[in-house]
């Protein structure tokens, strides 16, 4: 037996055999991909040239509404929230970093979304939907059905499922007598409670140091993308929280209580069904086949429940307000007509209008596929497969808005943010995301 030759000289030190690291480069650290984005990003964002430029874009963004919309709504939130965030930029600018931030998601706060929702709520002007929501309401007490029989005009209609007009009840109940009853009755004011309700409490199953969601959700809602839509109509809000929410706690393991919030945001509008498939792959990955099945008999069982008497008593009000008038099939069209391709398309003529409808099978039937193929391991993954589904329904459809938009924006990024650890805030116990786990000491 031959003894293998020892290395001489420098080769004799320790690890001689291993690839050299290049100087000044660190491995790269284990975890999804996905993790390590969200460091970069974080680190990112703390910066303060990158939370100056923020402030001055959103600020930008702002001060055009008053210059090119038509709507008085979007003017009125224009001029109140471009002010609010040249200030906010004023704020890290000047302050010191650990009150430059908090600073900014004050007054972003006041002056994107608090003060003008306030001008808007007393003075009883907000986008269709919301009157829409709070008709409803008032249907449903004193009629049993929260949809009006042979809608002519737009304001008519109620594209969205019976427990939506749950939002509308307050204004139903506490009636407009006075400043208090015309803000605290506001269905907008709900929308926003049930999206940041839900949204704290992803972040709490989600993060793995139980570190507070104050500020991100303080920045998140004062941002352009949630402020105006929440101050001007936010009917969509409630959906992005409940979306959120039930994908974090089929993440957990929590089929029951999963099943319980799909069963609301499928009873609340019909573009959160995608919602339900995307949970059971994510369940049945990560805690197998019984999980999910408890999951699906609750959110069928439930969502029947209160869909199926008002489909059974007066089916043509749900198939026409519902379905066709979404879809851009009565002779009343919908006003979200935003410039988007599946609107383009529509507009070619019946033709085109078909060729949208079928494009947007494609493109879902794409998705599903790469949803089946590859099943999400944890919730920033399943956000991802909603997301992507959410997106090209959004983008194809013959009749849509960009604020549509927000909700895969949101679903993208707030499970990842909320899955990541903060430095300097290591208070919980271990947690396990995506497929990786976080040790953590007390």
Same mark, same amino acid.
């Given at each position: 037996?031959?003894?293998?030759?020892?290395?001489?000289?420098?080769?004799?030190?320790?690890?001689?055999?291993?690839?050299?690291?290049?100087?000044?480069?660190?491995?790269?650290?284990?975890?999804?991909?996905?993790?390590?984005?969200?460091?970069?990003?974080?680190?990112?964002?703390?910066?303060?040239?990158?939370?100056?430029?923020?402030?001055?874009?959103?600020?930008?963004?702002?001060?055009?509404?008053?210059?090119?919309?038509?709507?008085?709504?979007?003017?009125?939130?224009?001029?109140?929230?471009?002010?609010?965030?040249?200030?906010?930029?004023?704020?890290?600018?000047?302050?010191?970093?650990?009150?430059?931030?908090?600073?900014?998601?004050?007054?972003?706060?006041?002056?994107?979304?608090?003060?003008?929702?306030?001008?808007?709520?007393?003075?009883?002007?907000?986008?269709?939907?919301?009157?829409?929501?709070?008709?409803?309401?008032?249907?449903?007490?004193?009629?049993?059905?929260?949809?009006?029989?042979?809608?002519?005009?737009?304001?008519?209609?109620?594209?969205?499922?019976?427990?939506?007009?749950?939002?509308?009840?307050?204004?139903?109940?506490?009636?407009?007598?006075?400043?208090?009853?015309?803000?605290?009755?506001?269905?907008?004011?709900?929308?926003?409670?049930?999206?940041?309700?839900?949204?704290?409490?992803?972040?709490?199953?989600?993060?793995?140091?139980?570190?507070?969601?104050?500020?991100?959700?303080?920045?998140?809602?004062?941002?352009?993308?949630?402020?105006?839509?929440?101050?001007?109509?936010?009917?969509?809000?409630?959906?992005?929280?409940?979306?959120?929410?039930? %994908? /974090?706690? *089929?993440? &957990?393991?929590?089929? @029951? $209580?999963?099943?319980? =919030? +799909?069963?609301?945001?499928?009873? !609340?509008?019909?573009?959160?069904?995608?919602?339900?498939?995307?949970?059971?792959?994510?369940?049945?990955?990560?805690?197998?086949?019984?999980?999910?099945?408890?999951?699906?008999?609750?959110?069928?069982?439930?969502?029947?429940?209160?869909?199926?008497?008002?489909?059974?008593?007066?089916?043509?009000?749900?198939?026409?307000?519902?379905?066709?008038?979404?879809?851009?099939?009565?002779?009343?069209?919908?006003?979200?007509?935003?410039?988007?391709?599946?609107?383009?398309?529509?507009?070619?003529?019946?033709?085109?209008?078909?060729?949208?409808?079928?494009?947007?099978?494609?493109?879902?039937?794409?998705?599903?596929?790469?949803?089946?193929?590859?099943?999400?391991?944890?919730?920033?993954?399943?956000?991802?497969?909603?997301?992507?589904?959410?997106?090209?329904?959004?983008? %194809? /459809?013959? *009749?849509? &808005?960009?604020?549509? @938009? $927000?909700?895969?924006? =949101? +679903?993208?990024?707030?499970?990842? !943010?909320?899955?990541?650890?903060?430095?300097?805030?290591?208070?919980?116990?271990?947690?396990?995301?995506?497929?990786?786990?976080?040790?953590?000491?007390?």
């Amino acid at each position: 037996m031959v003894t293998p030759r020892q290395p001489r000289g420098p080769d004799r030190r320790q690890g001689a055999g291993l690839p050299r690291q290049r100087a000044g480069r660190p491995p790269r650290p284990p975890g999804p991909a996905w993790a390590r984005w969200a460091d970069r990003a974080a680190g990112l964002g703390r910066r303060r040239p990158v939370q100056l430029l923020a402030c001055l874009v959103a600020a930008g963004w702002a001060g055009g509404f008053p210059l090119v919309s038509r709507l008085a709504n979007q003017r009125l939130w224009g001029e109140t929230a471009a002010p609010a965030y040249l200030l906010a930029g004023l704020a890290v600018l000047l302050l010191p970093r650990w009150a430059a931030g908090r600073a900014a998601a004050l007054i972003t706060l006041g002056g994107a979304v608090l003060l003008p929702l306030t001008l808007l709520a007393v003075q009883r002007r907000a986008q269709s939907e919301v009157g829409v929501v709070e008709r409803a309401a008032a249907l449903l007490l004193h009629t049993g059905t929260p949809y009006l029989p042979d809608p002519v005009a737009v304001t008519d209609f109620n594209p969205y499922l019976p427990a939506m007009a749950l939002f509308g009840l307050p204004r139903a109940l506490l009636g407009t007598g006075g400043p208090a009853a015309l803000l605290l009755g506001d269905a907008r004011v709900w929308f926003a409670a049930a999206f940041l309700g839900c949204l704290a409490v992803s972040w709490r199953l989600l993060s793995p140091d139980r570190a507070s969601p104050l500020l991100p959700l303080a920045l998140l809602t004062g941002s352009p993308l949630i402020a105006l839509s929440l101050t001007v109509g936010g009917v969509d809000l409630p959906l992005i929280g409940v979306c959120c929410l039930a %994908l /974090a706690l *089929a993440a &957990r393991g929590r089929p @029951l $209580a999963a099943g319980l =919030v +799909l069963a609301l945001a499928c009873t !609340l509008k019909w573009t959160a069904w995608p919602a339900l498939p995307v949970a059971l792959l994510l369940l049945r990955r990560r805690h197998g086949n019984r999980a999910a099945l408890r999951t699906a008999a609750v959110t069928v069982a439930l969502a029947a429940a209160v869909i199926l008497p008002f489909a059974l008593s007066r089916p043509q009000d749900l198939r026409l307000q519902v379905v066709r008038y979404p879809l851009g099939l009565t002779p009343v069209r919908t006003p979200a007509g935003s410039p988007l391709p599946g609107k383009l398309i529509a507009d070619l003529g019946p033709a085109g209008h078909s060729a949208a409808l079928l494009l947007i099978l494609a493109g879902c039937l794409a998705v599903a596929g790469w949803a089946l193929r590859r099943p999400p391991a944890g919730a920033a993954a399943a956000a991802d497969r909603l997301a992507a589904g959410l997106t090209t329904a959004f983008l %194809l /459809a013959p *009749a849509g &808005r960009f604020g549509y @938009l $927000a909700l895969p924006a =949101v +679903l993208v990024c707030w499970p990842r !943010l909320a899955a990541h650890h903060w430095p300097g805030r290591t208070t919980g116990r271990a947690r396990t995301v995506d497929g990786g786990s976080v040790t953590l000491t007390r």
